[in-house]
């Protein structure tokens, strides 16, 4: 089945910094990496997603990178906000039935102020 | 429109009791995924179903877990016999029928808690 790796599980930036998480997936044949972000004791929320027809993808400050051929992937957040602090975790299909996804372990983002 | 619903929040168990999670799936969704999550750990697929059917399992113990989403009502985890181990925040998340986004929506989570 897939397997997620996600690096780094820890992030700290100064507020108004970049950060960049960045994931590798075993699956030649997934097709569909999503980002989710989970603030404490809530629910995991998307935040943007990529298919495997296209390298990059961006919402505002936030944009995600694919190189198929290397097989990973990376969320960039750009000018980070205090509000950017949360548990970010990748994910990719494969691992859970024909729709399921498979997450990374995740990363802790923190904004320092 | 209402989100996926789960209830109870919170739970609390003691050792070899019963544990019983339940989760609605949003309205015209016909996919339900259930994810366990330890603390300081991701999302750990356990088992996909559609409405009367398991489709994938291939994440739950051999033991003591099962689950079902019958043709009316929500979909069920149930844990059985539970241990200080079965401790987790219980994440159940759906999907519309084939031919969507890949976008799971997932609930507030359960958390159980076993004494």
């Known amino acids: 089945g897939e397997n997620v790796e996600q690096h780094p599980s820890t992030l700290s930036v100064q507020e108004g910094d970049s950060a960049v998480i960045k994931c590798t997936y075993s699956d030649s044949a997934s097709n569909y990496f999503p980002w989710y972000k989970q603030e404490l004791g809530k629910r995991p929320q998307l935040i943007i997603d990529?298919?495997?027809?296209?390298g990059e993808k961006k919402d505002q400050r936030i944009a995600v990178t694919l190189n198929k051929t290397a097989k990973h992937f990376s969320l960039h957040i750009t000018e980070t906000q205090p509000e950017d602090s949360a548990v970010y975790f990748c994910?990719?299909?494969?691992?859970?039935?024909?729709?399921?996804?498979?997450f990374g372990k995740g990363t802790h983002l923190i904004i320092q102020p | 429109n209402a989100g996926v619903m789960q209830n109870p929040r919170h739970l609390v168990r003691r050792r070899g009791q019963e544990a019983r999670l339940r989760c609605s799936p949003m309205k015209g969704h016909s996919h339900v995924y259930w994810y366990r999550q330890l603390p300081e750990e991701g999302l750990k697929f356990m088992v996909y179903?559609?409405?009367?059917?398991?489709?994938?399992e291939s994440g739950m113990p051999k033991e003591r877990f099962s689950a079902e989403f019958p043709k009316e009502g929500p979909s069920i985890l149930r844990i059985q016999q539970v241990v200080r181990g079965d401790s987790a925040a219980y994440f159940c998340?759906?999907?519309?029928?084939?031919?969507?986004?890949?976008?799971?929506?997932f609930g507030e989570g359960s958390r159980l808690t076993v004494l």
């Open positions: 994910a990719a299909t494969g691992g859970g039935g024909a729709d399921g996804l498979t």
């Open positions: 179903l559609q409405k009367e059917n398991i489709i994938d």
């Open positions: 998340a759906s999907s519309p029928p084939r031919g969507n986004t890949g976008e799971l929506f």
């Open positions: 990529i298919r495997s027809n296209v």
